[in-house]
């Protein structure tokens, strides 16, 4: 029999301070955790892929999962906890065959979309999140939260379209970014059931899945010929190195806190709303940062946004208050 969730590297080891709160206010601080690492870790992509342009997507990827392991079994040892597989390991097979898809189509994407067209693309992550979990997990598609993920998907993408004077447009990004889609919301969905089905805590999850992903890529990239360049390359070049290690380490954290956001919530539906929800506060930041004009369209495609995210969070309330 699997154990409680929680018992092993739950959400307790991974965010200690939330420990004897209620529920409400551990989901509430998990949603602002998640926004603010997703939004560094933006940041370190953006720097690493397009200042850097750094050329060995197979690499990353790889050493992505290298990273996430050693990360893992620090963080383990430093929370006092085992990390002992709960899950069968053709399950993390699955979840590293998506993951590394998602990975690799993405990075991939980064050679011709800047970051405004691909966020335009995952937008659409809820969507087929919500599909898949009908699929797999047998869900209901309750008409009312499907048409809060449509006004969802449309704000942000016409908020990100408002922003298209400097968006690079290439068919060959726009291939990978739907197969990094595809392969992420497999992800999501796989994930919760990992979480929910299994109660497997997030850091097996983390664990697991990047170990059975770095066993799938490591024939790719010895076939790539990437290994020895981009060795060569980081070690040249330190900063580089160093930017790549930020980039993955906030990467990381990310992934770990949207883990606990799905365990928490027990829907990996509501972590990609809130991802999308960071989408449209990276863009908006940025007219602080970067200043350019705000545009009929970002005033549109953000009311739309916030309308059906306010449209998510009235259905689950209604839906708690039911049950």
């Keep these: 029999m699997a154990p409680e969730h929680g018992e092993r590297g739950g959400v307790q080891t991974v965010v200690p301070f939330i420990r004897g709160f209620s529920k409400r206010v551990q989901l ?3 949603i602002g955790l998640v926004l603010s690492t997703s939004l560094l870790w933006g940041y370190f992509q953006e720097l690493f892929w397009k200042r850097r342009k750094f050329p060995y997507g197979v690499f990353v990827t790889w050493f992505q999962c290298l990273a996430y392991v050693v990360f893992a079994n620090v963080h383990a040892a430093l929370a006092g906890v085992s990390v002992r597989r709960t899950v069968p390991v053709w399950f993390y097979l699955v979840v590293a065959a998506a993951t590394f898809g998602t990975r690799v ?20 992550l809820p969507l087929p999140t919500m599909l898949l979990g009908a699929v797999i997990l047998r869900k209901s598609i309750v008409p009312q939260r499907l048409t809060s993920c449509l006004l969802l998907i449309t704000g942000l993408a016409m908020f990100s379209a408002a922003d298209s ?12 970014m739907v197969g990094s889609l595809l392969c992420d919301s497999a992800k999501y969905v796989l994930n919760e059931t990992a979480l929910v089905s ?12 990047s170990m059975a992903g770095g066993c799938l890529v490591l024939p ?11 060795v060569s390359l980081c070690l040249s070049d330190l900063s580089l190195l160093a930017s790549l290690l930020l980039m993955l380490f906030f990467g990381y954290i990310t992934s770990l806190m949207i883990l606990s956001l799905t365990s ?19 863009i908006s930041m940025s007219f602080f940062f970067f200043p350019k004009p ?16 306010a449209g998510n969070v009235v259905f689950k309330h209604a839906k708690k208050r039911h049950e």
């Design 28 to 30: 509430f601080v998990m």
């Design 264 to 282: 928490l919530s027990g829907d990996s539906y509501t972590s990609t709303v809130v991802t999308g929800l960071r989408k449209a506060i990276n």
């Design 294 to 309: 705000f545009l009929l369209g970002h005033a549109i495609g953000g009311t739309i946004f916030f309308v059906g995210l």
């Design 198 to 209: 299994y109660h497997a805590p997030e850091l097996e999850v983390s664990l697991w899945s």
């Design 165 to 176: 004077s400097v968006a690079a447009f290439d068919m060959r990004g726009a291939m990978l």
């Design 220 to 230: 790719v990239l010895l076939f790539s010929n990437e290994l020895v360049p981009a």
């Design 105 to 124: 189509f993405g990075n991939f994407a980064y050679r011709y979309l800047n970051y405004t067209c691909k966020v335009m693309f995952m937008s659409a």
